[in-house]
């Protein structure tokens, strides 16, 4: 089936048939894990009663099972082989510790659409948790790598739990050597697993890239908590802030010949082995098309310039809600370390960076609407149970509350952080590269004397 005539079926509906999910775990040991010792470990880690079963594969596999565990409806397939030699880039993406392991550990399985987070959250905890050797794991869809320090902190801790945003990546594509670079397509690679479109938004400048990402991934939470809008269908994604979905295929004969997402594009992309344009896609797109002769779909430029100027309540899923607050909390004592290193060296450098550079985001004090406003703060200060911050921009629901506004808040109510030191940006799974940045602007990660950053 083409690209052209998958984006949707014959009735007007998305024809999405659910991806599979592999996930490869990285043992790291010279003797290959046993498949006595697989079994026993998954029996230890799940019950003894979990139907461990083995079964035949015409793969290089040494061993392979089908695993049922309550919390993911289908079955498990997990096998061992050896691990194949890595293309540079390869070993690159999964880090050196990764790419020394001669085994490798592969799970597959299809994500339930009720609930794809759960299920996945189960199966990267069972590989981690039942196999506390191994040393990373990865998405094979998304490329994410989760370290034994990430598994355990966001799949194992006794406070981790489901996490959305980890089902799908969002990659940033340009045009064609001979277009417009200042045009990029934004899409997400992923959903499509979970039985709806993967999402996507063309020739957006890159000066606005940043706000159009928020909005696909608003739209990713959205459609994994809520029905598939039809084709065309208004989509409410925040407060008076509406956008529709529409085939890809419909949208990219509009798109300009070199620009990222036109219909040569897409012929490039797939023969270059991106995978995620011969999936069915759905293009974000304004309420309404422009053109009064021949109306084209274009992106909501409105509303991704709204969500850049600060003007933008968009709507949050339970999910990601919970998932933002346990991620920000899990961090919250290094990201508080880090922002009392810049600000207890008395440098007035080091000072500004943690005042202008570290922001949290919490509900809108005093908010009384049906959906309680998230905002960003800058951090003033921060005590054991509290935080002083600073209003960055006019909450849409507290207009009183002007730009440089101190308030004082309990750590509690902080519901995720973000820092941003020079070009580099930093949130709750970067967490060591930001204690290491911290390190870098006081001129202590080789143990030199600290310097002056603009120095």
């Not at 422009?290 to 709507?315: D, M, N, Q, T």
């Not at 008395?346 to 309680?372: K, M, Y």
């Not at 440089?404 to 967490?431: H, K, M």
Request: a negative charge; aromatic letters at 8%; charged letters at 25%.
């Amino acid at each position: 089936m083409s690209e052209d005539d998958s984006d949707t079926s014959s009735d007007g509906d998305w024809n999405v048939e659910p991806q599979e999910s592999g996930f490869v775990a990285f043992w790291p040991h010279q003797e290959a894990l046993s498949g006595a010792e697989f079994s026993t470990a998954v029996a230890a880690w799940v019950g003894s009663k979990t139907p461990i079963e083995p079964i035949e594969t015409e793969d290089d596999a040494i061993w392979a099972f089908g695993v049922q565990i309550p919390g993911v409806e289908s079955g498990l397939v997990i096998w061992c082989e050896a691990a194949r030699e890595l293309a540079p880039r390869d070993r690159a993406q999964i880090g050196d510790e990764a790419a020394r392991a001669p085994w490798v550990i592969r799970l597959q399985t299809i994500l339930s659409a009720e609930e794809p987070a759960e299920e996945y959250f189960m199966c990267v905890g069972l590989l981690g948790g039942a196999l506390p050797d191994v040393v990373s794991i990865l998405d094979v869809i998304t490329g994410e790598v989760y370290p034994r320090r990430r598994i355990d902190r966001e799949f194992l801790a006794e406070d981790s739990g489901p996490v959305e945003r980890f089902l799908w990546r969002l990659g940033r594509y340009e045009a064609l050597p001979e277009g417009d670079q200042n045009l990029v397509l934004l899409g997400t690679h992923g959903l499509a697993r979970c039985g709806i479109p993967e999402l996507e938004m063309a020739e957006v400048p890159n000066d606005l890239a940043e706000s159009a990402a928020v909005l696909i991934h608003t739209m990713a939470g959205l459609l994994l908590e809520n029905d598939i809008p039809q084709p065309g269908e208004m989509v409410e994604v925040g407060d008076d802030l509406s956008i529709v979905l529409k085939p890809a295929s419909e949208t990219s004969e509009f798109i300009g010949a070199l620009s990222a997402g036109s219909e040569p594009w897409r012929v490039q992309a797939r023969s270059h082995g991106l995978v995620e344009f011969s999936l069915v896609r759905a293009a974000v797109c304004a309420p309404s098309p422009v053109g009064r002769y021949r109306p084209i779909w274009i992106w909501p430029r409105e509303v991704v310039e709204r969500i850049a100027a600060g003007r933008a309540v968009l709507y949050m899923t339970q999910h990601s809600v919970r998932a933002s607050e346990r991620r920000a909390r899990s961090t919250w004592g290094m990201f508080a370390t880090a922002f009392a290193s810049l600000i207890r060296t008395g440098n007035p450098t080091w000072q500004q960076i943690a005042r202008s550079g570290f922001t949290v985001q919490a509900p809108v004090p005093g908010s009384n609407e049906p959906r309680i406003e998230q905002s960003w703060f800058a951090v003033e200060r921060i005590d054991h149970e509290s935080i002083t911050i600073t209003v960055i921009d006019r909450p849409i629901t507290r207009t009183d509350l002007d730009p440089g506004t101190q308030l004082s808040i309990a750590t509690a109510d902080v519901t995720d952080w973000r820092v941003e030191i020079g070009d580099e940006i930093f949130d709750p799974d970067d967490i060591e590269a930001l204690l290491a940045a911290v390190d870098r602007v006081r001129g202590v990660d080789d143990g030199s004397a600290a310097k002056d950053p603009q120095s």
